[in-house]
């Protein structure tokens, strides 16, 4: 029996640090953060139709096949235990196609959440959201049809677009943990970035995954900063962006509120 591991993450959310703290502490595993290149692109990650057609249309047969050639190649290790941390495969149908694995052993789903402000000020400094060809190769477009939250925010320009994109995030994660609750062989799990910093975080981790591991002997990782800093982001604007952030944080309950399913 495998234990397949994949997360519902927005990306610059500790993503890799996930990735190398699970190769530094699961025995006998297959770890990997993206599958990205020019020839892997359909392949091992989804491409741009895979990403759109999902958005927009839903888990249509083109989806699906890409998802049965993947998740038939993963199905096959025999390893205890398999890692995947991207965060673009849940936005292209992950979830609706994940029964393969169920079949062969566990499948664990890690919501993993970073401080949003160190999140959208990490999106701002790569140049992230700058235009659509990257919202749709990596992130997603408020104007899916299929979005859970409402597209206001991305009214307030950039840094609204990004709170947005969290949100929406956020959002999916919580339904299909809802929806999917109870399923056998399927099980979710909740971290935040800072937690995974620390030896009991690591610790409580692997326990959930089945593997005990006292904190005095858990691997923590170096914090690593991966990709150059494109834009600088000066202290009127970061506080700006905090406004925001509260502003949201302070609406009433329900004032951003799921519009359709996923």
């Known amino acids: 029996m495998t234990d397949f591991v994949f997360t519902l993450t927005t990306g610059r959310s500790g993503t890799l640090y996930l990735a190398q703290l699970l190769q530094q502490n699961l025995p006998d595993a297959e770890c990997y953060h993206e599958i990205v290149g020019w020839d892997r692109f359909g392949v091992d990650t989804p491409d741009l139709s895979h990403m759109t057609l999902f958005n927009s249309q839903g888990n249509v047969e083109s989806v699906q096949a890409f998802w049965r050639a993947k998740l038939a190649r993963i199905a096959a290790t025999r390893r205890r235990f398999y890692v995947e941390t991207s965060h673009l495969l849940m936005k292209a149908g992950l979830v609706e196609n994940l029964a393969p694995l169920m079949a062969k052993g566990a499948v664990h789903l890690v919501a993993l959440e970073r401080d949003i402000l160190a999140t959208i000020l990490s999106f701002r400094r790569r140049l992230d959201f700058v235009n659509k060809g990257n919202w749709w190769l990596w992130y ?3 104007e899916y049809p299929r979005n859970l939250v409402p597209a206001d925010l991305a009214d307030e320009g950039i840094n609204g677009l990004c709170l947005w994109y969290i949100l929406e995030i956020r959002a999916r994660a919580a339904r299909y943990e809802k929806l999917l609750a109870g399923t056998p062989n399927l099980v979710f799990h909740r971290f935040d ?5 620390s030896a009991e975080g690591v610790s409580r981790l692997l326990a959930e995954l089945g593997v005990d591991t006292p904190p005095h002997d858990a691997v923590v990782p170096a914090a690593r900063n991966v990709g150059v800093t494109l834009a600088k982001i000066d202290a009127d604007e970061q ?3 905090r406004e925001l952030i509260a502003s ?8 951003i509120a799921p519009t359709a399913s996923v």
């Open 248 to 255: 949201v944080q302070a609406a009433p309950a329900g004032a």
């Open 140 to 142: 997603l477009d408020p």
């Open 193 to 197: 970035l800072a937690e995974l910093r």
């Open 239 to 241: 506080s700006r962006i």
